[in-house]
């Protein structure tokens, strides 16, 4: 990590709806194990934005997510979600988290939509049993909100790959989640539905107010759909609107690559991930 920030266009951003704080981080650096993770990034996010997360295998997103729901804690630096330090009492629900492989739920497992959505309910204060018919109107709202009305009662083991994600989405939504972190979760889902799930997703932004920073290494997708791109590789190489990343040669050469022959064009291994669908 070289702690090059200059190319970073953090403050041209993607005219949010309004310029209230949803994640303030500033100058943070995260350890795991004793090895720096993260360094000295800051960044800022607004309601309405719709942020795609990039960067190579290793290059902190997973972790940078991790941080601001409060597992991880800052080395260095401070980050502020609604104002409130990570998992503070005063923002419990706001915040939804969907895994990596969080639609990777095991085929034995029997559990309907409904009862998976439900789960995202749960809380210190409150248990399945008990929920409330606010709760429960939440469920069913969600579900409306996600495109699943319909396969309420249908065992998750049935769904479809992008059907599976939408449940993932609904059970982080249920909560009143106001700010969603994706961490992949386009894998596994197939063409058709990755087009309508996108939709989904900038629709959340757009009509209902929320807040999004989705990590994919779809590149098309996230160039396609997203409204800012940050490219971190333990620090953020790039921060700004989506049309302003540069182009593959450029982030090979903020990276450091160089060229081994003049006529070979230098992709980053991110880009050449198995993962990575094509348009
Ligand atoms: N539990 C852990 N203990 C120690 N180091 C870890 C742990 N998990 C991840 N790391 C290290 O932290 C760094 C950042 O990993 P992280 O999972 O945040 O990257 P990522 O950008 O999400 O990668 P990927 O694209 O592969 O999901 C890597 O060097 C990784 O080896
Ligand atoms: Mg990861």
Redesign the pocket.
């Known amino acids: 990590m070289d702690g090059n920030n200059d190319r970073s266009v953090g403050n041209i951003m993607n005219n949010p709806k309004t310029e209230e704080s949803i994640l303030e981080i500033r100058n943070l650096s995260v350890a795991?194990?004793g090895?720096k993770?993260l360094e000295n990034v800051s960044i800022d996010v607004k309601r309405g934005e719709f942020v795609g997360l990039v960067?190579?295998?290793?290059?902190?997103?997973?972790?940078?997510l991790?941080t601001i729901v409060g597992v991880l804690k800052p080395q260095n630096g401070e980050i502020l979600v609604f104002g409130n330090r990570p998992a503070d009492n005063k923002s419990l629900g706001m915040v939804g988290w969907v895994p990596?492989a969080a639609a990777n739920i095991p085929k034995h497992i029997h559990i309907t939509v409904r009862e998976l959505v439900s789960l995202g309910t749960l809380n210190h204060k409150n248990y399945l049993g008990k929920m409330s018919t606010y709760q429960k109107r939440r469920v069913e709202e969600t579900i409306q909100m996600v495109g699943l009305s319909g396969v309420e009662n249908v065992d998750v083991s049935k769904l479809s790959g992008g059907q599976l994600q939408r449940a993932v989405i609904a059970r982080a939504l249920a909560s009143e989640a106001d700010f969603l972190l994706l961490?992949?979760p386009l894998v596994g889902v197939d063409r058709g539905s990755r087009n309508s799930l996108l939709k989904l997703l900038d629709n959340l932004c757009h009509d209902f107010d929320k807040t999004i920073m989705m990590?994919s290494?779809d590149l098309t997708a996230i160039t396609q759909t997203t409204h800012r791109i940050i490219y971190?590789e333990g620090v953020v190489q790039f921060d700004g609107p989506t049309e302003f990343l540069p182009d593959l040669n450029e982030l090979a050469s903020i990276r450091g690559i160089e060229h081994v022959h003049s006529n070979t064009h230098v992709v980053p291994e991110?880009v050449k991930s198995p993962e990575r669908e094509s348009p």
């Open positions: 795991r194990s090895v993770v960067g190579p295998n290793g290059g902190g997103k997973t972790s940078l991790l990596q961490d992949e990590v290494h971190l991110w």
